[in-house]
Nanobody, 124 residues
Framework: QVQLVESGGGLVQAGGSLRLSCAVS????????MGWFRQAPGKDREFAAA????????SYANSVKGRFIISTDNSKNTLYLQMNSLKPEDTAVYYC?????????????????WGQGTQVTVSS
């Protein structure tokens, strides 16, 4: 069983930055492709960013491309999401997810393990 715990959310003004962390425990971190998803109030959960298990391939939703950076630190068993130039429309609960595969995807159903989420609020 894999446990994921997100942290780093908070309230930030538009144009600001936040870095989210996702601590992974229970299984070797390097076995998993990882993703970040987000869910705004009244909306479906959507893909934000993903990274393969080797850390060599990343993908981003068009809405965050050029502003967000996904990365991993295998020595700390941690996934990160650096979020820059934040906009009010980035306001959401952000979830990390793990998939026991080499390759990441943008589809929620492909991920087996989920964290509890961390709230990000961007004020205008």
């Amino acid at each position: 069983q894999v446990q994921l715990v997100e942290s780093g959310g908070g309230l930030v003004q538009a144009g600001g930055s936040l870095r989210l962390s996702c601590a992974v425990s229970g299984r070797p971190f390097s076995n998993y492709a990882m993703g970040w998803f987000r869910q705004a109030p009244g909306k479906d959960r959507e893909f934000a960013a993903a990274i393969n298990k080797f850390g060599t391939s990343t993908s981003y939703a068009n809405s965050v491309k050029g502003r967000f950076i996904i990365s991993t630190d295998n020595s700390k068993n941690t996934l990160y999401l650096q979020m820059n130039s934040l906009k009010p429309e980035d306001t959401a609960v952000y979830y990390c997810a793990a998939r026991p595969s080499s390759d990441s995807t943008m589809y929620l159903n492909d991920y087996n393990y989920w964290g509890q989420g961390t709230q990000v609020t961007v004020s205008s």
